[in-house]
Structures are given as C-alpha cells and as structure tokens.
C-alpha cells in the first residue's frame, strides 16, 4: 500500500493551564467508574454526544472498513479489557469485579473457566491484571501481571489447584507499570523513572538492569512531567520475538524498542505530533489532554495494530476517551501498510499470529467481537 502525504510534525508546545475543570453529570457515573479501574486520566466525564460533533484528525491513508460479528457477551465477563490469544485461547482480563482473568474458546467464544478473585494469596489479583503476555514455548497459558503486587502469575485453561500456580515477584526498584514477556528468558518492564524507564528481568524475576530510555519533550521541561507523558499513560504491547511497542494517548507516536529496550524506530505514523505541556496554577507541568491519540495496540511477528482516536478529548465522555474505531497497521520498519475502520469503538485489540483475525472488546456494550482481517499489502522496501 503506497504512503499518503503525511502530514506536518506538531511541535512541542507549552501552556497555561488552569485546575482541573466542572464535575460530571450523575448520569456517566458509570461510565467514569469504569475510565477509573482502567487507570486513564480524563478531562471530564460529558454525557454522549452525536457522531458529527466530534472532530477527528486526519489520517493519510485509505481506510478499509471492517464489520465485527459478535464473539461474546457471556454474563461471566463483567467489562473486558485486556485481550490476548494463545494458542486457542482468548484471555479476557476483567476489569469489573469478581474474577478478574477468563479464559474463552478463541473459535466458539465459550468460557473455559474463570479465575482471579480479589486478593493477594496465589491465583488472586490485588485489582484488575494490567498486562496479559504469552511466553515463548508456552502456547494456551497466559502471564497475567498484577501491577499493585509486582507479579506476574501464569493460568492455563485446565484446572488448576492454587499449589500449582506458578508466580514470579519482580524485584527491585523502581516498580514498573506494565510489562512485556520478550523472550523465553527475558522480561521487559516499564516504570514511571525519568532515568530508569525500562527494567531488564530475567525468568525468575530478578531485576538484571536498567536501561534509561528516551522521553518525549524537549529538556527545557521538568524530567518528572516528560517520564510521567512518556510512561504513566502509555500502551505497550509485545513484538512477539523481536521486542515490544510503546503507544502514546496524549501525543501522536508509535514506537518499536527490541529485547534489549533499545529504541529502533519510530512508526511513521499518519499524523505525528509532541506532547504539549500545561503549566498548573501550582507550577506544575503536565501534559495536556486535548487529543486522544494512540489508545491501544497489538502485534503479530508482522505487523503493529495501533489503535487511532484522534479525537478531541472535550468532546468525548470518558468510555469514548479509551476507545476509538481505527487501526493504524505498521510493519517492523515502521512503514504504514493500512489503516481500518471498525464498525464500533472498541477499548482493547488482540490479532491471532497469521494475521487474519481479530478480536476487539468494547467499553460500551461490554462486548467481545471477531473481525476478519483482510490481506495486507507488502509495499515497497525503501
């Protein structure tokens, strides 16, 4: 698929800004409770509003339409979020009480079993799992991270005893935020540090280093307010094999890093842009929240499926604010191949290994649904 124009870079940008804006309508209370558990900063919780009143940025290439079949709406899923196949399984980690990870038949959308409860002994989640990852050799299982206890613990679909789950503490400072499983011996995990953004751990969950990383803005802004922009709110997603994917809500960016957290390059994303920062009446800076960018993303060992908002935050209720209806496909180069419209706006995306199926779940109807996924041009090398 041929490159569109691409659009001119937005440059970093400072701004007054003043204290957090009007309380919600009652009416979203559920719908801000939910933006909540997903751990999303909002600007505001509006009511809905009508399609035509949201402005959307531009994207540079032909979009291809997508139409879902629902998958599941099993009332044992409270409101999926995270979404990852292995093997022929969907894991579905649940961010609405009771069990917080389901394990589906990825061809019949059965409930395998359930697992999870609120806790801390082993099988339990502190809160909702804030990463899903399959190791290497270990199709079917799946690593679910818990993010207040710093563990990730792995589940299979068949029974289990809580004698036989395996856990994996990682240790050392400072915590990280989310992980990626990039290797049979090697994890990667993200933290919030300005100088320590990437911790290297090994299979046994001992911390073997730091790498510093790169933060987004220019050096003229405080370190705390470029980690916070660049870590707190991110997505990231494994390249199975290869790496890893860090994707950014707040500023239009799409970033490949390897096994070793180093950086590799930078997706040549339709519209780019550098996070603006707002100065608070305290003095503080933050990045400012008046696009949804980059809100989710899932690979295969081809592709990037990076999920596209580009909508304005004041327009959009806080479901909406996580949620967006296309995908921006690049390959590990970092060329754009195709960009996809969905029928829905969808939270969370997993893609099956041959890249001819997807799955989406929404934050709207708590729904579960398949897209057939469309053969993707190769393009030219360059």
Same mark, same amino acid.
């Given at each position: 698929?041929?490159?569109?124009?691409?659009?001119?870079?937005?440059?970093?940008?400072?701004?007054?800004?003043?204290?957090?804006?009007?309380?919600?309508?009652?009416?979203?209370?559920?719908?801000?409770?939910?933006?909540?558990?997903?751990?999303?900063?909002?600007?505001?919780?509006?009511?809905?509003?009508?399609?035509?009143?949201?402005?959307?940025?531009?994207?540079?290439?032909?979009?291809?339409?997508?139409?879902?079949?629902?998958?599941?709406?099993?009332?044992?899923?409270?409101?999926?979020?995270?979404?990852?196949?292995?093997?022929?399984?969907?894991?579905?980690?649940?961010?609405?009480?009771?069990?917080?990870?389901?394990?589906?038949?990825?061809?019949?959308?059965?409930?395998?079993?359930?697992?999870?409860?609120?806790?801390?002994?082993?099988?339990?989640?502190?809160?909702?799992?804030? %990463?899903?990852? #399959? =190791?290497?050799?270990?199709? *079917?299982?799946?690593?679910? &991270? $818990?993010?207040?206890?710093?563990? /990730?613990? @792995?589940?299979?679909?068949?029974?289990?005893?809580?004698?036989?789950?395996?856990?994996?503490?990682?240790?050392?400072?400072?915590?990280?935020?989310?992980?990626?499983?990039?290797?049979?011996?090697?994890?990667?995990?993200?933290?919030?540090?300005?100088?320590?953004?990437?911790?290297?751990?090994?299979?046994?969950?001992?911390?073997?280093?730091?790498?510093?990383?790169?933060?987004?803005?220019?050096?003229?802004?405080?370190?705390?307010?470029?980690?916070?922009?660049?870590?707190?709110?991110?997505?990231?997603?494994?390249?199975?094999?290869? %790496?890893?994917? #860090? =994707?950014?809500?707040?500023? *239009?960016?799409?970033?490949? &890093? $390897?096994?070793?957290?180093?950086? /590799?390059? @930078?997706?040549?994303?339709?519209?780019?842009?550098?996070?603006?920062?707002?100065?608070?009446?305290?003095?503080?800076?933050?990045?400012?929240?008046?696009?949804?960018?980059?809100?989710?993303?899932?690979?295969?060992?081809?592709?990037?499926?990076?999920?596209?908002?580009?909508?304005?935050?004041?327009?959009?209720?806080?479901?909406?604010?996580?949620?967006?209806?296309?995908?921006?496909?690049?390959?590990?180069?970092?060329?754009?191949?195709?960009?996809?419209?969905?029928?829905?706006?969808?939270?969370?995306?997993?893609?099956?290994?041959? %890249?001819?199926?997807?799955?989406?779940?929404?934050?709207?109807?708590?729904?579960?649904?398949?897209?057939?996924?469309?053969?993707?041009?190769?393009?030219?090398?360059?």
């Amino acid at each position: 698929m041929a490159h569109g124009s691409i659009p001119r870079r937005l440059g970093t940008t400072v701004a007054r800004a003043d204290e957090p804006g009007p309380l919600a309508p009652r009416g979203t209370f559920l719908r801000c409770v939910g933006t909540a558990l997903l751990g999303v900063a909002a600007s505001g919780c509006a009511g809905d509003k009508p399609a035509d009143s949201v402005e959307r940025a531009p994207a540079s290439e032909a979009a291809i339409q997508l139409t879902g079949v629902p998958f599941s709406t099993a009332v044992a899923i409270g409101q999926p979020g995270l979404l990852r196949l292995s093997g022929p399984v969907l894991w579905v980690a649940d961010i609405a009480e009771g069990p917080g990870l389901h394990a589906l038949n990825a061809q019949s959308g059965e409930v395998l079993r359930s697992f999870g409860p609120r806790g801390q002994g082993p099988g339990d989640f502190s809160g909702r799992p804030f %990463g899903l990852e #399959v =190791a290497p050799g270990d199709s *079917g299982a799946i690593w679910a &991270f $818990d993010q207040r206890l710093q563990r /990730v613990t @792995r589940f299979e679909a068949a029974s289990v005893s809580t004698h036989d789950v395996r856990t994996l503490v990682l240790q050392g400072q400072p915590r990280v935020l989310r992980v990626a499983w990039v290797g049979a011996s090697r994890i990667i995990g993200q933290s919030n540090s300005g100088l320590e953004r990437f911790a290297i751990f090994g299979p046994d969950g001992s911390r073997l280093r730091t790498v510093p990383g790169q933060l987004a803005g220019p050096d003229s802004i405080p370190i705390d307010a470029r980690a916070n922009a660049s870590n707190a709110s991110s997505r990231m997603c494994t390249w199975p094999g290869r %790496g890893f994917v #860090v =994707a950014y809500p707040y500023f *239009g960016r799409v970033e490949l &890093f $390897d096994t070793n957290a180093t950086f /590799v390059v @930078r997706a040549d994303v339709p519209l780019a842009s550098e996070p603006v920062f707002a100065v608070q009446t305290s003095g503080a800076y933050r990045v400012a929240y008046d696009r949804r960018w980059y809100v989710g993303c899932a690979a295969n060992r081809e592709y990037v499926f990076a999920l596209f908002s580009g909508r304005r935050a004041d327009d959009l209720d806080a479901a909406e604010q996580s949620s967006a209806s296309s995908i921006h496909v690049f390959d590990w180069a970092g060329r754009l191949r195709a960009v996809f419209t969905l029928d829905r706006s969808v939270f969370s995306l997993a893609v099956n290994d041959s %890249g001819t199926m997807l799955f989406a779940g929404s934050l709207m109807d708590a729904g579960i649904y398949r897209y057939d996924l469309p053969a993707i041009a190769a393009g030219e090398d360059r």
